[in-house]
């Protein structure tokens, strides 16, 4: 401990020298050098410093914009700052080791409280990823340097990272939207999660990359019930309840082939040499030719469903376990029963050889685990300590350990030789369904309902990783047999293969952990508020998506939020019938509203910020008093319906609007209480309301698919706009009111022209229904919230793109005999997320311009199909096309 505190202060003295140094000056010293095309940056410093002193001085004229009007630089005193720092920097270890592994995790959450809001180390560190460009010898400080960036969601946007060469580190999440990558060399480098969202990607040279994401396979339909993989690993097998059996190829995650059961398909395994195949059908196991892709034999004898089949480690023999509360002994040959195996008093759930065949172990909803002699057909002994079923079982590699997994949340490994337990690892949040050793023993991997897997180190008891990705149950955790890979199974369809060293080091992004329900912009702008079924608020930074609060105070989920006009006080409503108050700025509850009997699902302030009315599924509308946090009146809403789902006050704060399960939209008189007028039902009911900015408009979205607009004056329809295959969700005006955005079931958030009712853009990205939208105060931004549990922030401009007078555009153009133009590359320019805010990472390259380049991961497998999946643009195919068009 005292030894990774001397590390963190030895490192921040360096860095903190940077704050001696005009900032400005990085750019200018940056352009210097590379035109100069120095590959020995410190000599050149040290050499010519006149020469650079009088280039600082004319390009400060240049670059006016890199200066206030009244700044004044000492360029001499920062040019000698600078090489002192660079000695130093040079020399440490942090130009030695990858500072993005374990071992110097606490290293750098210290560093990144002491650096995140200092600007000028901030501006040095940026300083150092160019300097890769250009001095070998700084390749190492300048990709920690772009890791610990990452890692503090530095804005990175809109950057020129030319010819950069980052080298052994992690970028998960980076987000670099609008970056000019070109000649840029990564090197094992994890990219999962990066935002590569119209960056310019021309000759890069990107090998031995790891992505997390690349390692799902996705195919069945159904909920996947056991992963196998090959003893050569080079191939896995995976069973669903759609049926099917698929064999995929370990390194491409390409699909070899598919077998049919004849139901759903509960289990398989691989014999010793590659060439049979078991796997279990309702009460009948199958083998299968690997080669010929046939079956073999059945064998039969089971009297109902089987979980679970398993080779013998010399492959002669077969044994699998059922519901009938059996397990049977298969000769493999002839395919005929050598034995039963009879003792437990319920399901047979697990069953594992021990590795020299002699002993089984098995796992039953009795509650038991059952050691049995594989020769006789005995009963060796019987375990008993899990207080529910035992759906797991297995040995470790020296079959002196076994672990075995249980509903009761709990892992036990006993002693096999005494039977004696030897340890209980408990605490987990869910249900154990698969339990895997590693290859040398050292660890165990378990699969839970809580959709994560872990692993523990065997000696210690402690718990060393936690992997998060699915999105359901994972069902079955199986390592490869060289221990580099850990697969997994899951009910969310995939199957994920995940690095079993690296793993360890997987960055876990900021995000709700549920769906998310609503976000707000704060009045200024500077903040985004969600909320969701994980019972928590979060306060997120805009410009890098930095976490600045969690408000966590309701007990169930919360359904909505609000920010106060002036922006001091935000209000939330929750599945727990109350509604709060909390102090933005302290990040602390001031007021709980309590009244409404039922679930409250929404909040919205008065204009003047005195009010705050509220809609619960009591079917009552509340006025609140905010500053003596009383209730002032209650609107009673029409007795048919099941509740009040949206409120709205109009601009001027004299009406209110809401919409109820009834199918209707009222507008209530907030000084009388009285209702004023009711719109037409829609036929398949209303999800959500806004008004226009300047009040005399209504927008409504439908369960039907279509959003119409509605004349406050007069409550006639005036207009209808349809697009979307699924229900509108949610409904926001820009703030000049010239644009509709509309939220859907159907995945897609959709921008409608006002006044001529044409849909301006469609934006996609999130895998899941939107719930939520909301323009920023100045119109340019919009961000969204939806089910797949991440929040999207989306830059809301039109005709943007890449300038064609780049250089390096044109020195692209200039290949090329016949004259190209830019907007022949990009048919439509796409609106693309410009930061995501998820639990987990999920790559990005909508719209990417990308020419030539070489992108590998470290299985030497091409990823030009994943950017191009992605949403990239290959700009050699558009040439091509061009040209044979012409």
Known sequence: MNCQKEQFQDLYAVLALSKDVDEVIFPILIKILKREKVQHCLEFLSQNQNLILVEIERQKVEDLSLLDKKQTLNAEMSIQRIKNILKKIRDH?????????????????????????????????????????????????????????????ADLKKQCFENI?????????????????????????????INLNQAKLFNCKWNNLRINELNQLNGHSGYIKQVSCSPDCKSLASCSDDNLIRLWNAKSGKIKFVLKGERQVNSVCFSLN????????GAIVYLWNLRTEKKISKLIGHTNDISTVCFSPNGTKLVSCSNDQSIRLWDIKTGQQKAKLDGHLSNVNSICFS????????????????????????QIVKLDCHSNDVNAVCFSPDGATLASGSYDKCIRLWDVKTGQQKAKLCGHTSFINSLCFSPDGTLLAYGSRDNSIRLWDVKTGQQKAKFEGHSNWVRSVCFSSDGSTLISGSDDKSIRLWDAKLGQQKTKLDGHSNEVNTVCFSPDGAILVSSSDDKSIRLWDVKTGQQKAKLDRHSNDVSTVCFSPDGTTLASGSLDNSIRLWDVKAGQQIAKLDGHSNE?????????????ASGSLDNSIRLWDVKTRQQKAKLDGPSNSYGISSVCFSPDGTTLASRSDDKSIRFWDVKTGEEKAKLDRQSMGISSICFSPDGTTLASGSYDNSIRLWDVKTGQQKAKFEGHSNDINAVCFSPDGTTLASGSGDRSIRLWDIKTGQQKARLVGHSGCINSICFSPDGTTLASGSRDSSIRLWEVWTGTKISPSDKSQNELLSQFNKPLLYDQFLQENPIVTTLLIASYPQLQALGALIFQGKFTNYFGL?????????????????????WQQN
């Open 355 to 378: 590795p020299d065949g002699a002993t089984l172990a098995s796992g039953s909803d009795d509650k038991s685990i059952r050691l049995w002699d594989i020769k006789t057909g005995q």
């Open 600 to 612: 409250v699902k929404t909040v919205c302030f008065s204009p003047d910020g005195t009010t705050l």
């Open 93 to 153: 270890e942090f130009n030695k080791q990858n500072y993005s592994i374990d071992d110097y995790e606490e290293i750098k959450k210290d560093l990144i409280i002491q650096i995140s809001m200092d600007k000028k180390i901030i501006e040095f560190l940026k300083f150092l990823v160019h300097l890769t460009a250009l001095d070998d010898k700084y390749i190492f400080c300048g990709s920690n340097s772009l890791h610990l960036l990452v890692q503090m969601k």
């Open 862 to 882: 091409d990823l030009q199909y994943l950017f191009k999946e992605r949403g990239g643009c290959f700009l050699q195919t558009q040439i091509e096309v061009q």
């Open 274 to 281: 590659d060439t049979a195949l078991a796997s279990c059908s």
């Open 165 to 193: 060469r980052i080298r052994n580190t992690s970028l998960i999440g980076a987000n670099l939207v609008s970056c000019n990558l070109s000649g840029s060399e990564f090197d094992d480098v994890t990219i999962s999660g």
